[in-house]
Structure formats: C-alpha cells, structure tokens
C-alpha cells in the first residue's frame, strides 16, 4: 500500500477541509519520488505528521502509557481554533488515501 493524500478537517492549524498530496506526479517520463514539506513555523508541517500517526495508531500515537482522559483531551485540543468566538468547531476529522 502507498499512501496518497492525507485529508485534514478542521484539525490544528487547518481551518475547513484541505487535502496534502503525497503521491509523486509524474511529467512526460521523469519521475518525482520525493515529497518534501517546507514553511514557516506554525504553518502546519507537524500538524500533517501527527494526523497521519493519529489515523494509523489512535491512542498508541501518543505513547503506550496515555491515559484515555489524555487521549480525549489531546483530540478535543485538536480542534481548530478560531479567532471568532461566534465560529468555534466542536468537530474535527482526519482521512487517510492509500493506493493498493
């Protein structure tokens, strides 16, 4: 299996539903086999990583000791955050695209 597009949902950073291609595009006959992930601190780079651990591993992702309490609390922080009081989320979601 290859892991093709991670799709975040209002999760950390991401505000609305965004989708990260990691399947490399071809261009005539050269092949591209590297992704990188380049920018600024806070523009997400971390946050792409820990979803894809997060929907592979669930709980495991944050270590073998964490509590459930602990689980509950790092996916309720998950959420994005919005400046606007009015537009606070009160749900996330991350999806995975593999190709087989």
């Not at 991670?6 to 006959?29: A, C, M, T, Y």
């Not at 459930?68 to 995975?96: C, G, N, P």
Request: net charge positive.
């Amino acid at each position: 299996m290859l892991l093709q597009s991670v799709i975040l949902e209002n999760f950390r950073v991401f505000h609305g539903e965004v989708e990260v291609k990691l399947w490399p595009e071809q261009d005539s006959n050269e092949s591209r086999p590297i992704i990188l992930f380049g920018g600024l601190n806070g523009a997400g780079k971390t946050s792409i990583l820990t979803a894809t651990r997060l929907a592979l591993y669930g709980r495991q992702s944050l270590g073998k000791n964490t509590t459930r309490k602990a689980y509950q609390q790092f996916l309720s922080d998950s959420i994005h955050k919005s400046i606007d009081d009015a537009l606070q989320l009160t749900s996330a979601s991350v999806s995975l695209c593999f190709k087989y």
